[in-house]
Nanobody
């Protein structure tokens, strides 16, 4: 079994910061691109940031300069540091990863269950 488990969400005031973490647990042979998505109430789930296995990153325009994605390949974790948070950043944040469970296995996308981030005064 493979699980992605997010943590670090919560309530923060506008202008504040949060750091989300995501652990990839279970039988994992390979870990490729990892990413964070978010879904606001009544809206679609949208990509926030991605990071490849060699550390190349990309961000949606609305978070550039405020959010930083990073990963620890040894610990099989991905993080997102969120600064200068705005009310419009309020959403459930999900991590996802491309994982291969054996040397001959196929790459598959796995998702966590999400962690709530609320930005409000």
């Amino acid at each position: 079994q493979v699980q992605l488990v997010e943590s670090g969400g919560g309530l923060v005031q506008p202008g504040g910061s949060l750091r989300l973490s995501c652990s990839a647990l279970g039988s994992i042979f390979g870990l490729n691109t990892m990413a964070w998505y978010r879904q606001a109430p009544g809206k679609e789930r949208n990509l926030v940031a991605t990071i490849t296995s060699n550390g190349a990153t990309d961000y949606v325009d609305s978070v550039k300069g405020r959010f930083t994605i990073s990963r620890d390949n040894v610990k099989k974790m991905v993080y997102i540091q969120m600064n200068s948070l705005k009310p419009e950043d309020t959403a459930v944040y999900y991590c996802t990863a491309q994982i291969r469970r054996s040397p001959s296995g196929l790459w598959a996308d796995y998702w966590g269950r999400g962690t709530q981030v609320t930005v409000a005064s």
